[in-house]
């Protein structure tokens, strides 16, 4: 598929995903959504993809739905289509580990992407907020529900109440991004993490995201259980052996992703 939205590059087992649509701020139309969907599902299926990165401009990484394309709608019509669980959301449902690599603005939609993402890391310069209530809605694709989970109730609704934006070291304070790095070393240090988790064992990144991600989902003693599963059947594994072997032998574990 021939993308005109966003760049897609790669860099050994890291994938990276540039939104592009500069003049709009990479307002995220639903063209755009499609691709980071199609993408996604690439990167999903290759098996030479240990991790991704999702990133926009220095200016923006996304400025929100696209209120152009947005204002016109009603009701039945986003209902029908629903576009939104179609595309929009396809970053929550990606397997393998994936990092947003956030500068400038991260706002309304484009705040809930990244907060689709595993963790963000974010530039000195990049602005959070959930600005939504000024057009008079309100966040729609995650937002109220994850930004409450990362930041807590009371600074949550401070951002989608007052529409305020929050910036990189108040999002840090705030647990809402990972770390905060000077502008030009915001692609090097999310390529440096990204291929920290490419080089480990594919299944074992994904079972560890799958189980972390299950602490938003479930009561402690069910994730608790679900945990000590996972981890009884990571020593099925060959990378487990490899891994442990390694560390044994004083040397650079190999793993197979078997
Ligand atoms: N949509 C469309 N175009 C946008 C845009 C956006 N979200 N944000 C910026 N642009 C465009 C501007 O219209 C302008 O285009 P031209 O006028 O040059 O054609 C260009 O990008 C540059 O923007 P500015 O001239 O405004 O640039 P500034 O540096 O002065 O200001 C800004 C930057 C980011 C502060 C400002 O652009 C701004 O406030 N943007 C809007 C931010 C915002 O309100 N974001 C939330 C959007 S609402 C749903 C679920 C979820 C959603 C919707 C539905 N369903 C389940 C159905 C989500 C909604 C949202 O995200």
């Known amino acids: 598929m021939k993308y005109d939205m966003i760049e897609v590059t790669q860099e050994g087992a890291v994938k990276t995903i540039r939104l ?12 755009m959504m499609k691709e980071i969907a199609h993408a996604l599902s690439t990167a999903q299926d290759d098996s030479s993809i240990g991790c991704v990165i999702l990133t926009g401009s220095e200016k923006a990484f996304a400025a929100g739905a696209d209120i152009k394309e947005m204002q016109d709608n009603n009701y ?8 939104f669980a179609n595309y929009h959301d396809a ?3 990606f397997r393998k580990p994936l990092i ?4 400038g603005y991260a706002l309304g939609g484009g705040c809930e992407l990244a907060m689709m993402c595993d963790f963000i890391i974010a530039s000195e310069t990049a602005k959070f907020g959930q600005p939504e209530i000024n057009l008079a ?19 949550a609704m401070d951002m989608c109440l007052t529409g305020r934006m929050m910036d990189a070291d108040e999002a840090e ?9 000077p502008q030009d070393e915001l692609m090097p240090t999310a390529l440096d993490a990204a291929s920290k988790i490419a ?35 990571m020593f099925t594994t ?3 052996k490899e891994g442990m072997s390694a560390f044994v032998e004083k040397r650079t574990p190999h793993f197979k992703n078997k």
């Open 100 to 103: 947003a690599a956030v500068s």
């Open 173 to 181: 304070r705030a647990g809402l991004v990972s770390r905060v790095v």
């Open 137 to 155: 809605v309100m966040p729609g694709i995650g937002g109220t529900q994850r930004l409450t989970r990362a930041i807590g109730k009371s600074k």
């Open 91 to 93: 970053p929550s449902r």
């Open 20 to 31: 592009d649509r500069p003049k709009a701020l990479n307002a995220l139309c639903t063209p």
């Open 238 to 240: 060959e990378d487990q």
């Open 199 to 233: 080089a480990q064992s594919q299944p074992i990144a994904m079972m560890t995201k799958e189980t972390l991600n299950a602490a938003f989902e479930m009561p402690l003693a069910q994730g608790l259980k679900f945990e000590r599963r996972l981890f009884q059947s």
């Open 76 to 83: 039945i019509s986003i209902y029908k289509s629903d576009d």
